[in-house]
């Protein structure tokens, strides 16, 4: 028999959490291929060394990947 509960998957989220969720996986994405093209660019328009670039590029790796695991976190919360 269908009881009519709903468990949490199963519920329609707001168009605002929806549009949340999006445009924090953007960002994600955003961020990860900035990340990626500061390590692998080599002809970039900043004059930046070769340590340099590979640096900024992890941080901002790292970050995105922060990111994505705290949109995933609100995500399932809700």
Known sequence: M?????SRYE???SPQKR???VF???VFIA???LGLMFIFWDRNPFN???TG???MGVILLVYAFFRFIRVIQNYKDQ
């Open 2 to 6: 269908v009881t009519g509960r709903r």
């Open 19 to 21: 549009f949340l969720l």
């Open 11 to 13: 519920t329609q989220k």
């Open 31 to 33: 961020y990860l291929v």
């Open 24 to 26: 924090g996986i953007l």
């Open 53 to 55: 670039r590979l640096t």
């Open 48 to 50: 930046i060394t070769q």
